[in-house]
């Protein structure tokens, strides 16, 4: 079945430890790829977004993301994560109409 | 600018009630959506519809009905409310189809409870 998998449920850090969360999809054809972040009590707000050209992305907060097509990967990375990066990070493929969700990866930043 | 405004911010209903969500936004987005967030579980897709008039199933459509009467409002209907539907349900919105440069804008959820 066509899905968007996000391999860890629940990651924790220490304050400047790296991040990488990974994501990987099994649609076919040219897709369009995402990162949204949820703040706890706060709806999804976008990270950063892959459409096409340099497969390494930057989005906001110092994260970014690299699209390796061959993999069908779309991993998000952080070099020195904060505790306010505490949050739940979702992968996102953009069919024709509409958008599908990975299941999600809580990330907990301890200080 | 409001955006995407979600009301109520929470409910508790029982069995076999009947509810209905509403969402409004403000930036005159042609493609708006429902989903449901479920612990493990990510966002599943309702309905969604690409204009006024127009809707559309998504992936778990059962158990809920939407209208698009005008551009503005996507109400969501629970006509007869169930376990299973206790979740949190989000809206979201975008200018256009998001296979093109247009990322979703999301309301602040509605948190249903089912008893």
């Known amino acids: 079945a066509q899905s968007v998998s996000q391999h860890n449920h629940h990651v924790i850090l220490s304050e400047a430890a790296s991040l990488e969360l990974g994501c990987n999809y099994s649609y076919g054809g040219t897709v369009n790829l995402f990162w949204y972040v949820q703040y706890p009590g706060q709806h999804l707000q976008l990270l950063l977004k892959y459409f096409s050209g340099d497969p390494l992305v930057k989005g906001i907060k110092g994260f970014e993301a690299e699209f390796i097509k061959s993999k069908f990967s779309f991993n998000l990375r952080k070099p020195s994560v904060q505790w306010s990066d505490t949050a739940e990070y979702f992968c996102a493929v953009n069919l024709i109409n509409d958008m599908r969700f990975g299941a999600g990866t809580r990330l907990t930043v301890k200080p | 600018n409001a955006g995407v405004t979600q009301t109520p911010k929470f409910r508790i209903l029982k069995i076999g009630q009947s509810m209905t969500l509403q969402c409004a936004q403000d930036m005159n987005h042609n493609y708006m959506y429902w989903y449901r967030q479920d612990p493990g579980m990510g966002l599943k897709l309702i309905y969604y519809s690409v204009g006024a008039g127009i809707t559309d199933k998504g992936e778990v459509p059962n158990g809920y009905n939407v209208s698009r009467s005008t551009t503005e409002d996507f109400p969501l209907r629970l006509e007869l409310a169930a376990p299973s539907q206790t979740s949190v349900y989000f809206c979201?919105?975008?200018?256009?189809?998001?296979?093109?440069?247009?990322?979703?804008?999301f309301g602040n959820g509605t948190r249903l409870t089912v008893t």
């Open positions: 979201a919105s975008s200018y256009s189809t998001p296979k093109g440069n247009s990322p979703l804008h």
